[in-house]
């Protein structure tokens, strides 16, 4: 049973500091960022020391959205949703939909480890939509979020299209290819 205790406090420890570190940034990047392209632009640019890229700052931010679930999890401290929530709306502010797709399916293998589930879970789940369903309502920024998931699906089609174009030239040249000089003449079904 002690083993078990100082376990789960040294879990409790690990996934704090990457909290406490990843929410830093959270904090960092929204005084630094230039407010002027808050809703338009994607939190490019925050500070010197930002992820120059937003697919790893939004990267960061599911890191400490999942940390704070273990830490709930583990601890009992429900509370720590509500910043988990400011997280996920940094998440969202990034517009990186790799990340938000990892955070998604790495948040339901989590919460499948719960072994039970209570009505405070729920509520503190009901919690953090309320708060995100807020900051979508006051900034108006729920259309244009909707309107970049829209796009990104028409661009996944699109890419699907040249995989399939790229696979038909495979399949004509299989050993040696093209070659660089080849001109392609692809045009995508879009």
Not at 2 to 27: E, M, P, Q, W
Not at 156 to 168: A, D, K, P, Q
Request: aromatic residues 16%; glycine residues 8%.
């Amino acid at each position: 049973m002690v083993n078990h205790v100082v376990k789960n406090y040294g879990i409790i420890r690990l996934h704090s500091l990457i909290f406490a570190a990843v929410f830093t940034l959270l904090i960092l990047t929204f005084i630094f960022v230039d407010k002027s392209t808050l809703l338009t632009g994607r939190l490019e640019n925050g500070f010197f020391g930002a992820p120059s890229n937003v697919i790893d700052l939004g990267g960061y931010f599911a890191i400490g959205i999942i940390s704070a679930f273990i830490i709930a999890r583990e601890s009992g401290k429900h509370w720590i949703y509500f910043p988990a929530s400011l997280l996920f709306i940094g998440l969202l502010l990034t517009q990186s939909r790799g990340p938000l797709l990892a955070l998604i399916v790495s948040s339901f293998l989590l919460f499948a480890k719960y072994k039970h589930i209570h009505l405070r879970h729920i509520l503190s789940t009901l919690g953090c939509i309320v708060v995100i369903s807020l900051f979508f309502y006051f900034t108006g920024y729920g259309s244009e979020y909707s309107q970049r998931l829209i796009d990104a699906y028409q661009q996944s089609y699109v890419r699907f299209g040249i995989w399939h174009h790229t696979l038909e030239l495979v399949e004509q040249k299989p050993c040696f290819g093209w070659g660089f000089d080849k001109t392609l003449s692809f045009r995508n079904s879009l």
